[in-house]
């Protein structure tokens, strides 16, 4: 008789412990589900051979990324900051969000953690029009 209580009781552990194991599961499922709907992303800007930013224009959410990159055989920069035409031609205005070095190769990566509108352009090239706009909403 008390064996008999004892193999009830195990297998009664057993069947709470497969149904609590279940509830673990679902509700890690349920939060990677969660996660992904509102997980950042990284966007990717050519910066081309050809003097360009592709896309040149982008609009992304807060909390995204963007991966400029460089895919042509000409060295770039990435500075934020409007571009504005002065007697000597098209000159960019750093505001201090971010400034690269000359890249010959490569990639620099920016996360956005507030919305706004964000010019930015290449030091070497802004005269022949290498500008981009980053969106954020
Ligand atoms: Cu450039």
């Not at 509102?38 to 909390?63: C, N, R, W």
């Not at 035409?85 to 000159?91: K, L, P, Q, V």
């Not at 971010?98 to 956005?112: A, I, N, Q, V």
């Amino acid at each position: 008789m008390k064996r008999a209580v004892i193999v009830l009781n195990t297998a009664v552990l057993l069947i709470i412990f497969s149904f609590y194991g279940c509830g673990i599961a679902d509700q890690t499922n349920s939060d990677l589900e969660s996660a992904s709907a509102t997980e950042p992303t990284t966007h990717i800007v050519e910066m081309t051979g050809d003097y360009e930013f592709a896309p040149s224009s982008l609009t992304i959410k807060q909390g995204d990324s963007v991966k400029w990159v460089v895919t042509g055989n000409k060295p770039h920069e990435v500075a934020s900051g409007p571009v504005i035409e002065t007697e000597d031609g098209r000159e960019g205005v750093p505001d201090g969000h971010w400034k690269t070095g000359k890249m010959d190769s490569g990639s620099f990566t920016y996360t956005f953690h507030s919305t706004g509108t964000f010019p930015y352009y290449c030091d070497s090239h802004v005269d022949v029009g290498m500008i981009g706009t980053i969106t954020v909403q």
